[in-house]
T-cell receptor, first 113, second 113 residues
């Protein structure tokens, strides 16, 4: 599975958009980009995933560059409850694979009042 | 629908003792995983299973054993506990089909003294 690189930490003002970048320059054509977050040592929570098209759900938007070598997770209106560690992970698509998620260090997002 | 249930939530073990961390899911997921998370670090994969009767090692399997006799349950066994196994343990599951998200349990906090 491809390796990801994320900034160690970021700050964001409450109510503003939080844009979290992720580099995955060695991603393969059959690998998805997943985003999870972990709030204060709770179990990780699924946010969103995508293959090559931009995706949006009730929590966030995921923008993947055309060459798929990087992506950005966007929290449109960050709240204090969004303070967490955010993990960007790539994994192989399709049944028959192991589905392993390999976590990196993630980005600690601090939302400030 | 309880999702992924882990027991116990907390446990203190003495060096050399053994114990089993329980993980159960009621979503009929084929794929299950055990992770550990040391303080300030990301999650490391210990063992995983792609179906009943099938298990395989992850990144950090030493000192642990698993079994998967049913689809629902995936217990993690610690033999001869060591202080290095002090950690928070998370269990996760997914369907394994396509690109579905993963559901994590709330974790077991283990201290070995």
């Amino acid at each position: 599975d491809a390796k990801t690189t994320q900034p160690t930490s970021m700050d964001c003002a409450e109510g503003r958009a939080a844009n979290l970048p992720c580099n995955h320059s060695t991603i393969s054509g059959n690998e998805y980009v997943y985003w999870y977050r972990q709030i204060h040592s709770q179990g990780p929570q699924y946010i969103i995933h995508g293959l090559k098209n931009n995706e949006t759900n009730e929590m966030a938007s995921l923008i993947i560059t055309e060459d798929r070598k990087s992506s950005t997770l966007i929290l449109p209106h960050a709240t204090l409850r969004d303070t967490a560690v955010y993990y960007c992970i790539v994994r192989v698509r399709g049944s028959g694979n192991t589905g392993k998620l390999i976590f990196g260090q993630g980005t600690t997002l601090q939302v400030k009042p | 629908n309880a999702g992924v249930t882990q027991t116990p939530k907390f446990r203190i073990l003495k060096i050399g003792q053994s114990m089993t961390l329980q993980c159960a899911q009621d979503m009929n997921h084929n794929y299950m995983y055990w992770y550990r998370q040391d303080p300030g670090m990301g999650l490391k994969l210990i063992y995983y299973s792609v179906g009943a009767g099938i298990t395989d090692k992850g990144e950090v399997p030493n000192g642990y054993n698993v079994s998967r006799s049913t689809t629902e349950d995936f217990p993690l066994r610690l033999e001869l506990a060591a202080p290095s196994q002090t950690s928070v343990y998370f269990c996760a599951s997914t369907t394994g089909q396509g690109s579905g998200g993963y559901t994590f349990g709330s974790g077991t906090r283990l201290t070995v003294v």
